[in-house]
């Protein structure tokens, strides 16, 4: 129950910036509403690559970086997963990347106090993929 009203949250913040957006961002009231773009080259496997990147930069990396350092410096193992999260961002825009940094920060202390990798997926993929079908990226 607590992951759909997760999710839930996430698409109204997405469907707010939608329309905040289109009153203040030129050109977006152009592009369609809302679509899926399943035609785009390897959108179908999206949740499968967010399990992946999700999987790796916060059960394999992160906890095996918490496990290194001492446990009053967690914060730096989550602080390095974040920038790696965010720099496998890069090649979409560098705000897009700033957001992925910021995200990986939020999930990775989540990750570090609840053990818990389902929220964070289901956020990435939410924002990941629903970000483009509500027009807020091209």
Partial sequence: VY???VIAVCLLILFLGRIIGQ???PGMA???YFGLYLDMPKRQFFLFVVFIQETLSKAVLQYGLEQTV???NWKIAVLLCGSIFGM???FYSSI???LAFIFGI???IYYHYQ???WIPIAIHFVFGFFVRSFGLII
Avoid: A, N, Q
């Fill in 96 to 98: 897009y990347m700033i």
């Fill in 115 to 117: 053990k818990d990798i």
């Fill in 23 to 25: 009153t203040f961002i």
């Fill in 70 to 72: 001492s446990k009053d």
């Fill in 106 to 108: 939020v999930s990775g």
């Fill in 88 to 90: 496998l961002h890069i």
């Fill in 30 to 32: 152009e592009r369609p």
């Fill in 3 to 5: 992951i759909i009203i």
